[in-house]
Every structure is written in C-alpha cells, then in structure tokens.
C-alpha cells in the first residue's frame, strides 16, 4: 500500500529556523524551505558542513556560492545549484536573496538544520 498522505504548508505561516529559513513542505525522506528576502552583506556568512544534499532554485537577487576548494559559483534568479552532502560551502549575499532549496534527508529533521 503506498503512502497518500498530503501536506501543504504556506509560506505566510511557515515555522522560521534559527538562521531565518522558513521551512516549507516536509516528506519521509525530501524537504523544502525557502530564504526569503535575505539583506545583502559585504561578509560571507559563516562556512559549513551538511550532513544533507541541497538543491536550490533563486527567484529574486543574487549570491555567491562559495566551496572550500576556492570554487565560486554566481546565483542569478533563473539558476539552480547543488551542494553536495559534506562539502564546506559558504553564501555572500550580493543582492536581497530569495531562493527555494530542497534537501535530502530533510533539513530539519534530526536537527540537522542547526548551525554548526
């Protein structure tokens, strides 16, 4: 028998994480939330490691995103990335940013989410 359990979530009423992510649809083994409106710095934030895979989508402003190996990539709205499970990346908001990320596992479950 499969699974047809249902959720939605708005984004308007969506749980906010410690660092301002708001957490969206949230399945067994796939997660979304979104970064909304993130203010432009002139510092990147603080490097980390994930023990989840992401996969973002930007729709507004741009970023850096920045791997350990000196790899730089620019977001754009219209670009999707990835950032592999345990690769130290960093984000240098360039413009006010707001982008969709799914992760797998789930970001929030297991506090995974927590900064480190």
């Not at 992510?21 to 993130?38: H, T, V």
């Not at 490097?47 to 850096?64: H, M, N, P, Q, W």
């Amino acid at each position: 028998m499969c699974d047809t359990s249902i959720t939605k979530v708005s984004s308007s009423t969506a749980p906010v994480g410690e660092m301002g992510q708001k957490y969206l649809a949230c399945g067994k083994s796939l997660s979304m939330r979104m970064w909304d409106n993130e203010k432009a710095t002139n510092e990147p934030k603080p490097l980390s490691t994930r023990d989840y895979e992401t996969c973002g989508f930007v729709i507004s402003g741009k970023a850096e995103l920045h791997f350990e190996n000196d790899q730089k990539v620019l977001l754009s709205p219209g670009d999707s990335w990835i950032v592999p499970k345990g690769a130290k990346h960093t984000y240098k908001i360039l413009e006010n940013f707001t982008a969709v990320e799914a992760t797998h596992p789930p970001a929030e479950v297991k506090n995974r989410d927590a900064p480190k």
